[in-house]
């Protein structure tokens, strides 16, 4: 009997526990599955050789090197900006594992993505500090795996441009997303913070106003152009990459600026929509790719709508046609 009287109890619960869940799904919004990220910081002890020495692995506690825990904070934004911004789970929007080397070469001023993973060197000291310093830094190495696994834009000339271009916008934006900034707020710096004491200027690029961000002896001054009439024709450089990403830089401030609010959520739709959708080519130039924010602007807020004027606006203040 008194097995019988736990059988009925059991039965009684269980009952009142359907009841609640057939209730439950009327009333709550359908339940959103979290992505979940998968870091691996690997150290390359300042010598060349990738990927280096797993030296911290996701859920793995902080290991002391400020630059590993950096490295794994950055990535740990970047993957959230994503999934909030635009439900993308990790690089390939499939939860691919992000890979990352700190400590890599002696005195390396710079940081990639290799195709698999991101590298980051530590900086001279003299005049750039370590690359896993800056936010945007991380986002701009990361969104080349992303422009990688969708638009997979050619590495040079204006397709090179666009390419790099991408990876700043979606760097800038990944940094606004985490202070919270409206475009108006934003200092749509790239690299700010990285280079050294001493050094005369501000960050590696200005989305705002490119060619401004640093005058130094040592460096050079900022080569960007922020119009198409200041257009570097050159072979170094992949062909000016680095360097004309300038004028789509400045065009995707102005559609974020002229929209206002936080630019993530329109102008940066609209670019993500043109990176991840069908109208790209990987040999695409200025003025296709012009022409897709358009369609994808007009996709989303409609021919006459004031956003899609603010791109179209935005391509014609830098001197590209759409
Ligand atoms: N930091 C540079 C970049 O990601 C490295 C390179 O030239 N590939 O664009
Ligand atoms: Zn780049």
Not at 164 to 192: M, N, P, R, Y
Not at 217 to 225: A, E, I, S, T
Not at 243 to 254: D, E, K, T, V
């Amino acid at each position: 009997p008194a097995l019988r009287d736990l059988a009925r109890r059991t039965l009684a619960l269980s009952s009142a526990q359907r009841t609640e869940r057939r209730v439950l799904p009327v009333e709550s919004p359908p339940p959103t599955e979290d992505f979940v990220p998968d870091r691996t910081i690997n150290d390359a002890q300042n010598r060349e050789t990738l990927p280096g020495r797993t030296v911290r692995a996701e859920g793995d506690p902080a290991t002391g090197d400020r630059t590993v825990d950096q490295a794994y904070e950055w990535l740990g934004v970047t993957f959230d900006f994503f999934e909030a911004a635009y439900r993308r789970n990790s690089i390939d929007g499939a939860g691919l594992k992000m890979i990352s080397t700190v400590h890599y070469g002696r005195d390396y001023d710079n940081a990639f993505w290799n195709g698999e993973q991101m590298v980051y060197g530590d900086g001279d000291g003299v005049l750039f500090t370590s690359f896993t310093g800056p936010l945007d830094v991380t986002g701009h190495e990361l969104v080349h795996g992303v422009t990688q696994y969708t638009a997979n834009l050619e590495y040079y000339g204006q397709s090179g441009a666009l390419n790099e271009s991408v990876s700043d916008v979606f760097g800038s934006l990944i940094k606004q997303w985490h202070l919270g900034q409206t475009a108006d707020q934003a200092d749509w710096l790239i690299g700010q913070g990285l280079l050294a004491e001493g050094v005369n200027g501000v960050a590696l690029r200005s989305m705002k106003e490119p060619g401004t961000a640093y005058d130094d002896p040592r460096l050079g001054k900022d080569p960007q152009p922020g119009h198409m009439d200041d257009y570097v024709d050159t072979y170094r450089d992949n062909g000016g990459v680095h360097i004309n990403s300038g004028i789509p830089n400045r065009a995707f401030h102005l559609a974020a600026t002229e929209i206002g609010g936080h630019s993530w959520e329109k102008a940066g739709r609209v670019w993500y929509d043109t990176l991840t959708g069908a109208d790209l080519t990987p040999t695409i130039g200025f003025q296709g790719f012009a022409r897709a924010t358009v369609g994808a602007a007009t996709r989303l807020y409609g021919a006459d709508g004031a956003e899609t004027a603010a791109v179209r606006n935005a391509w014609s203040g830098v001197g590209v046609r759409v």
